[in-house]
């Protein structure tokens, strides 16, 4: 018996996706969102073999994580406050939510002083909606050009998180569309309820929590 069903379950619903779209499945990677997730509900989906996990918060990832990540890739995949910049870089392999100046800035002085740099990805904020994070797409190219010709930072990728109330679909197309003009070719989009759409339109990682771990417990009052 498998040691996560519910992990299987979604490799292969990525799979078909990736066939659907004519793509190779092996081109992408599924990122466990475990923010929030008690151990007991993580230790399975370790056992069936997911390496990638997405965490929200610098403090709770380390706090989870600490002396158990060998050989595991861990990203950030929520907003980062510049005063946690150096936290991040000693310790996620994927910084995913750079998306202004001052927190390129603060990546740039904390790598210095780290000695190592996490690889990064630009949130775009394609609905441009005023209580999410992410750079405008209108500002995108430019921000791109500043970050990694001005500032030397290796930007490999893009991340969005669409509107709730929207189809996804369009919101993915235009991050791809920013990515393909800027050189760039991996993209994180697609989450449990549309990672499959993702795919169609191109993404290389998907973030996948509560169809993998179920839906989390509401906290106690």
């Not at 997911?50 to 380390?62: C, L, T």
């Not at 980062?80 to 150096?86: E, H, M, S, V, W």
């Not at 003009?181 to 449990?192: D, E, F, I, Q, T």
Request: glycine fraction near 12%; aromatic fraction near 4%; include cysteine.
């Amino acid at each position: 018996m498998s040691a996560s069903p519910a992990l299987d379950a979604i490799l292969a619903r990525i799979a078909a996706a990736a066939q659907a779209a004519g793509r190779d499945p092996a081109g992408i990677a599924l990122t466990a969102v475990s923010k929030q997730q008690p151990w007991e509900a993580i230790l399975p989906v370790l056992a069936g073999g997911q390496k990638v996990f997405g965490e929200n918060r610098v403090q709770e990832a380390i706090g989870r994580w600490e002396g158990r990540r060998d050989g595991l890739e861990l990203r950030l995949i929520g907003p980062l406050q510049t005063n946690k910049a150096r936290e991040a870089v000693g310790f996620f392999d994927v910084i995913e939510t750079l998306d202004r100046e001052r927190l390129a800035l603060a990546l740039v002085e904390a790598a210095g002083r780290a000695g190592r740099l996490p690889r990064l990805y630009v949130q775009v904020n394609t609905g441009e909606e005023d209580q999410k994070a992410g750079i405008a797409p209108r500002d995108a190219d430019a921000f791109l050009d500043r970050v990694r010709g001005g500032l030397g930072l290796p930007v490999e990728g893009l991340m969005c998180i669409p509107p709730a109330d929207e189809p996804p679909g369009p919101h993915f197309a235009l991050l791809a569309k920013i990515a393909a003009r800027n050189g760039l070719a991996k993209l994180s989009m697609g989450m449990s309820g549309d990672f499959e759409t993702a795919i169609a339109f191109g993404a290389t990682s998907v973030r996948v929590g509560s169809a993998l771990f179920g839906d989390r417990a509401a906290p106690v009052a």
